[in-house]
């Protein structure tokens, strides 16, 4: 009984559960049908039931109440979510199927394809009249199978491209919308992308991000800061300066030219494009500077070479109470050292101790190479040694230094002390050590350094093999170098003009003619250093046709205007001997610089013209160039040369104007010329107040107490020099030997001719032993000038046989005469010089018939 009322109840409730179920069904079905019955256009979707959800395909559904909430509109993507929770599995797929469909379903029924581009032109049409209503997927999307637009409701995709899309989308990128009847319509703001604006500016389109710019700012939509800031990067980058005011006056125009950001941005741009009036007159309008304002001011005026100026704005930002950071100390430092102004830079390291940067890695870098560029290597040394953290850019600036400073041999030391601490070279290192290898014609040390390139994989690098070349060439080694040239994987221009400048250094005209015809032949584009090397080549061969030829292509090619080029056009006439040529070619010139008039008066001096060189300078005064320290040392030879005192002095006076006497290149001329011009005694006080002395400064004023047969003081000087710890080079001792030769002082030289290997390791030269023979036969020692001559480890040239030969006709020696008249011959055929002399010997010791034998010779 039980039992059975237990069963009958749980039959009653099913019943009762199963009715219930039917109500809500029949609910759900009657209320959809009836809302999309009243709209038509608009149907609806139930997502509640799979089966209204198959039938509807339209954009939007009807959500159903419940809980007195009223019918709600929801978007298919909403949908697909709640089905996703509500219905079957195979419900949703179905649905997805339908959504990917949706197009095809869309077009007429039976047109296919066809039907399919005509749906598409209608979405393309509805993306035009309202493009805010599609996502742009082109800078987002992950995968080409992606469409570049898709609608934010339906989803659809635009992907068949009608004929006439590529037209009215580059007119939508230029940001507008131009519809069929004419008028135009804004782009909407999402359009505007700064990533967008980026890939223009990055692609160097800077106009088309312009044009973006412009729009929305006519549109009196607020583009970010950023914005502005990209693009006048692109335009920092690119140089455009056009461009970059053209976004300025966006900037004045949208009121943010006192956003300091901007208008540092703003400086930095003009000064990249080389408007530093433009960048100054920003820095000045500024209401306010930071320590950034300053920095790129600062940077302005340092890279354009206006350094004094740069030192004098960072004094004013001290002045104003702003504390420099470790980036605006080193601009300043770059400056100091490119002025060699040691004592600013000596007050920017004290100040960097005050404020705690000398610990940073790139400050130690920087003050290391500003003493060493401004000539104290021994303090950057010091500076090096005690940085408490070192990278391979800090050994790089202390080879820099030492290399700079004509201290190869210190370079290359450093270079073995930086492998045994384990610090890694870079291919900037090698270059350093290359160079240093090639001032100092060290070839063993180079081929090592090959070597360790090799190794290390840097030989492929194009810069590298470059001065490779360089090296090889400067070494005297050109078999080698042009065979590295042949074997590179990858050359450039500069390769080209290295292996030209190595044959030009080598005497071997041809052969760099030759190469450059080959650059011609492979379509190999010169450039203006090409042709100045060329010209450099030509000029100290003399080769004068040559050179004519080359100045002729030089006119075709479009360099003649080129500055530099037409320095080395005047020049290569000038050592050519033709001053006309030169001086019309000066005269004709566009642009003229202070190296242009320097070459000028260094080709009227060359040839002898000193007066018209005099005159030239004062020309350049007239027209307002300012001189420098080369053109003071020109005219300041020209002077020596005339033994013109009185112009000499009117120089000395411009110098200490212009505050060139502390220059020690000026100083050593000026003890030089007053030496030559018989003024010793001043020329030596001189050299005593010289607050800077190199071993040319002892070598000028040991070579002019020579010149004046002053041997004693030259011999004391000499001593002094090495009391002081001046090395002596190979020109010293061809100064002080040539003393002993105007004082007859045989033992002396005899002795430091021998202690010139000895001691200070100086190789002899073939001056060093022509002045030995030149010794001797002011001695009339000539069996021992024979001997010396004869020992000799290298070859002879003509001038010491011939310095023998005169000897030997002074004393009468006829023995002598004829084996030095035979040796000079051989090396000198054509030299009418060795015939007389050997006939005027022949002549005073009374052998006519040898006299008549070699008259018959010449």
Not at 493 to 510: D, E
Not at 819 to 832: G, I, M, S, T
């Amino acid at each position: 009984m039980i039992v059975w009322a237990a069963s009958s109840s749980c039959s009653s409730l099913l019943i009762l559960l199963l009715f219930l179920l039917i109500l809500i069904n029949l609910y759900s079905f009657c209320c959809p049908l009836a809302s999309s019955s009243s709209s038509s256009e608009d149907p609806q979707m139930n997502t509640l039931s799979h089966l209204l959800l198959l039938r509807s395909l339209g954009t939007t559904a009807r959500l159903p109440p419940s809980r007195g909430r009223p019918w709600m509109d929801v978007t298919r993507k909403e949908a697909l979510w709640i089905n996703n929770r509500l219905n079957p599995h195979w419900v949703r797929a179905r649905l997805q199927f339908q959504q990917r469909r949706l197009f095809a379903f869309s077009a007429p029924r039976g047109s296919g394809h066809a039907g399919r581009l005509v749906r598409m032109e209608q979405l393309w049409q509805e993306f035009f009249s309202d493009p805010s209503q599609w996502w742009d997927n082109r800078l987002t999307k992950k995968t080409p199978k992606h469409p570049d637009f898709k609608h934010k409701r339906t989803f659809e995709g635009l992907w068949i491209n009608p004929s006439w899309l590529k037209e009215k989308m580059a007119s939508m990128t230029l940001g507008h919308i131009q519809s069929g009847d004419g008028s135009r319509s804004r782009v909407p703001d999402f359009f505007f992308n700064v990533d967008k604006l980026s890939k223009l500016c990055e692609e160097g389109r800077l106009k088309e991000a312009l044009h973006m710019l412009e729009l929305m700012v006519q549109q009196n939509t607020k583009p970010p800061i950023h914005a502005y800031v990209c693009l006048l990067k692109g335009c920092s980058r690119r140089k455009a300066l056009a461009e970059g005011k053209q976004v300025h006056a966006l900037i004045v125009q949208s009121v943010l030219d006192s956003n300091i950001l901007l208008a540092n941005t703003l400086v930095r741009m003009y000064s990249k494009c080389g408007s530093l009036l433009h960048a100054h007159k920003v820095f000045s309008n500024m209401p306010q500077h930071d320590v950034y304002s300053w920095t790129a001011i600062i940077s302005a005026y340092a890279d354009r070479g206006e350094v004094e100026e740069a030192i004098n704005l960072f004094h004013q930002m001290q002045e104003t109470g702003l504390a420099p950071d470790k980036v605006l100390f080193v601009v300043a430092l770059k400056a100091c050292a490119t002025l060699a102004g040691l004592e600013q830079g000596r007050q920017l390291h004290s100040d960097i101790i005050k404020r705690g940067f000398q610990s940073d890695v790139i400050v130690g870098n920087t003050l290391v190479k500003m003493y060493a560029k401004c000539g104290c290597t021994e303090d950057a040394r010091e500076l090096f040694n005690n940085m408490g953290e070192r990278n391979v850019v800090s050994w790089n600036a202390m080879i820099a230094g030492y290399a700079q400073n004509g201290l190869g041999k210190d370079a290359l030391a450093l270079y073995e002390q930086m492998k045994q601490e384990g610090m890694q070279p870079n291919n900037v290192t090698f270059l350093l050590l290359l160079n240093a290898c090639a001032s100092l014609a060290a070839l063993e040390q180079g081929k090592q350094l090959h070597s360790e390139i090799i190794k290390r994989g840097y030989q492929s690098d194009v810069v590298v093999g470059n001065t490779l070349v360089d090296m090889y060439a400067k070494c005297g080694c050109t078999e080698d170098a042009r065979e590295l040239f042949d074997n590179m994987n990858e050359r450039d221009v500069v390769s080209w003009t290295a292996m030209i400048a190595g044959y030009a250094q080598n005497g071997l005209g041809k052969e760099a003619l030759a190469l450059y015809e080959q650059i011609k032949q492979e379509g190999m584009q010169p450039n203006n250093v090409t042709f100045v090397l060329l010209l450099n080549a030509y000029a100290s061969l003399a080769a004068l046709e040559q050179g004519k030829e080359l100045h002729s292509e030089i006119i075709k090619r479009g360099f003649q205007l080129d500055v530099v080029v037409g320095n080395a056009l005047v020049d290569m006439y000038a050592k050519c001997a033709c001053t006309e040529d030169a001086q019309k070619l000066f005269a004709n010139m566009s642009e003229r610089d202070v190296v242009s008039w320097n070459a000028m008066i260094a080709g009227y001096a060359q040839n002898g013209l000193g007066k018209e060189a005099l005159a030239l300078y004062e020309q350049m005064k007239q027209e307002g160039t300012q001189p420098n320290n080369v053109t003071f040392v020109l005219l300041l030879n020209t002077c020596a040369s005339l033994a013109a005192l009185e112009q000499g002095k009117h120089l000395h006076s411009e110098i200490i104007k212009r505050g060139f006497q502390s220059d020690v290149v000026v100083g050593n001329t000026l003890v030089d010329m007053y030496a030559k011009c018989g003024c010793k005694e001043y020329a030596r006080e001189l050299f005593d107040n010289m607050s800077e002395r190199n071993v040319v400064s002892w070598n000028v004023m040991i070579a002019g107490y020579a010149q004046n047969g002053l041997a004693q003081e030259a011999l004391a000087l000499f001593e002094q020099m090495q009391r002081e710890g001046t090395k002596p080079n190979k020109v010293t001792y061809i100064s002080v030997l040539s003393a002993c030769v105007h004082s007859g002082l045989v033992d002396q030289g005899r002795y430091f001719f021998d202690s010139m290997c000895k001691n200070h390791g100086v190789t002899p030269t073939k001056e060093h032993y022509a002045c030995m023979v030149d010794l001797l036969r002011h001695a009339g020692c000539l069996a021992d000038a024979e001997l010396f001559i004869n020992k000799m480890p290298i070859q002879p040239n003509s001038v010491v046989w011939m310095t023998l030969l005169g000897a030997a006709r002074n004393h009468g020696h006829v023995e002598i005469g004829r084996r030095a008249f035979d040796c000079v011959v051989k090396l000198e055929p054509k030299n009418a010089a060795p015939y007389v002399l050997l006939a005027n010997i022949y002549a005073a010791a009374g052998r006519k018939d040898e006299l008549s034998k070699i008259r018959n010779e010449m």
